[in-house]
């Protein structure tokens, strides 16, 4: 079992920048794919980015992909978004997730473990 912990998000304008981390403990963190996703309210919970277990693959929503960028450090058991040229529409809460069965996957349905979720805002 892995016990994933988000870092603080924060309200960001418009274009600027934030980066998120999620630091695990438990089981041996390299075991497991670790995403990111949003939710919005009343919305379901949307695939943003995936990294594998080595780091050696990722993975990005159409809507993140040249903006975002996801990273695994192994050694301190952390994965960290890196989110430049931020939109308004990039407002939501912001979930890591973690994944001991598959490489990494898109469906959230497939991550056993969840951190708590942080939230981002994105004035205009």
């Known amino acids: 079992q892995i016990h994933l912990v988000n870092s603080e998000g924060g309200l960001v304008q418009t274009g600027g920048s934030l980066r998120l981390s999620c630091t695990a403990s438990g089981d041996t963190f390299s075991d497991y794919a670790m995403a990111w996703f949003r939710q919005t309210p009343g919305k379901e919970r949307e695939f943003v980015a995936a990294?594998?277990?080595?780091?050696?693959?990722?993975y990005y929503s159409d809507s993140a992909k040249d903006r975002f960028t996801v990273s695994r450090d192994n050694a301190n058991n952390t994965t960290t978004l890196q989110m430049n040229h931020l939109k308004p529409e990039d407002t939501a809460v912001y979930y890591c997730?973690?994944?001991?069965?598959?490489?990494?996957?898109?469906?959230?349905?497939?991550?056993?473990?969840w951190g708590q979720g942080t939230q981002v805002t994105v004035s205009s």
């Open positions: 997730a973690a994944d001991r069965v598959h490489s990494a996957s898109y469906s959230a349905h497939t991550y056993q473990y």
């Open positions: 990294v594998s277990w080595g780091g050696g693959s990722t």
